[in-house]
């Protein structure tokens, strides 16, 4: 590993725009170009109808709290009108968000299957050793990579819609409940980064012990004869014992760091239904808003925290990976450094 110790390092972004770059510059980069377009098309969409949402959310509340039975009705009907067109843009926006995740996993696992084979980097990785389970980081990593990569990326974007869409709405709810809402997350996220940055080196150390385990497995299976005629039962039984150890004993570890982060992150996210609550419903006590006013605020105070709050959110998912990021990178580095022959197209 590169002594990366934080989600956010330099050669975790550096070895991520490469990815993208080449995948973007392939033929498949069209199509995929095609796909990322209308991702975006449907991000605005979910976020538009997530506004109006609030919105309807709002005067339906209010609505029931002055006993209007006709704009009940109405602001019912245009709920489930909201929701059905809600779900119908969601349904595509995971459709395209596959088909773009496929599209990218298949051009980068036959491009470094292609450079694996082709250019013998095969042998020269199993004469020296300088990469470990190069099987794991050609299947399961590239597709860690492809599918967490576009999630992400897709997070962010989502994340800043929301904030471009939700500010508006908070602060003319609030000015106050905006401003808590941004210091709230901006604490929360350094909180979140301070706890759980022994994760990345962890999960790193993780996938190689799971991975030694595994292979200690497949060879015991391939040599059982041998080993049942050369006595080595002992020293086989052994072998493995200590595989259980490493990855159990690192497995612990970084049970203790989420459980850490956990007490935290839990904590922060039960506060986000009460802060808006308790900022907004005074201003319902005094007159000064409607009481769907409360609802809206509690939605959009969440929604916009949401966004802000990716880092708090999803800070597991990240740090494992990282590690996913910088061992791929390793490996098709080590491979284009390493091959026999000229690197394929």
């Known amino acids: 590993m590169n002594g990366s110790t ?42 538009g109808m997530n506004v109006v949402n609030s919105f309807v959310g709002r005067h339906f509340m209010s609505a029931i709290e002055s006993r209007d039975s006709q704009g009940f009705v109405r602001f019912a009907w245009l709920y489930v009108a909201v929701f059905a067109g809600s779900t119908f843009v969601g349904v595509m926006f995971r459709f395209t968000e596959e088909r773009l995740g496929l599209l990218w996993r298949e051009f980068l696992t036959r491009r470094v299957v292609r450079l694996y084979v082709e250019r013998g980097v095969y042998l020269h990785m199993a004469r020296e050793e300088s990469i470990t389970n190069p099987d794991q980081r050609i299947s399961e990593d590239i597709r860690q990579l492809t599918t967490t990569t576009l999630s992400f990326m897709l997070m962010v974007m989502n994340g800043t819609m929301t904030v471009l869409s939700f500010s508006g709405v908070l602060w003319t709810i609030s000015p106050k409940l905006f401003l808590v809402a941004v210091l709230y997350a901006i604490a929360g996220s350094a909180l979140t980064i301070w706890l759980g940055r022994p994760l990345i080196k962890l999960n790193y150390r993780q996938a190689d012990c799971e991975a030694n385990f595994r292979s200690q497995l497949i060879w015991t299976h391939e040599n059982a004869d041998r080993i049942a005629r050369e006595g080595e039962q002992m020293r086989t039984r052994d072998r493995l014992m200590a595989g259980i150890d490493d990855l159990a004993g690192n497995l612990r570890r970084i049970i203790s760091v989420n459980r850490n982060l956990s007490f935290f992150t839990s904590g922060y996210n039960y506060l986000i239904q009460l802060i808006p609550v308790l900022i907004v419903a005074p201003l319902f006590i005094r007159g000064k808003v409607e009481f769907g006013v409360i609802g809206q605020a509690t939605m959009a105070f969440a929604t916009l925290l949401g966004a802000f709050s990716l880092i708090i959110t999803q800070f597991q998912a990240i740090s494992a990976y990282a590690s996913v990021i910088l ?8 491979a284009e450094k390493g091959g026999l022959g000229d690197p394929p197209p």
Do not use: H
């Open 6 to 47: 934080t989600a956010f390092s330099r050669e975790v972004f550096r070895r991520i725009a490469r990815t993208v770059r080449i995948f973007l510059g392939s033929p498949a980069g069209r199509k995929a170009k095609w796909l990322l377009a209308a991702l975006f098309l449907l991000m605005f969409a979910i976020n």
């Open 327 to 334: 061992r791929l990178g390793e490996f098709v580095e080590s």
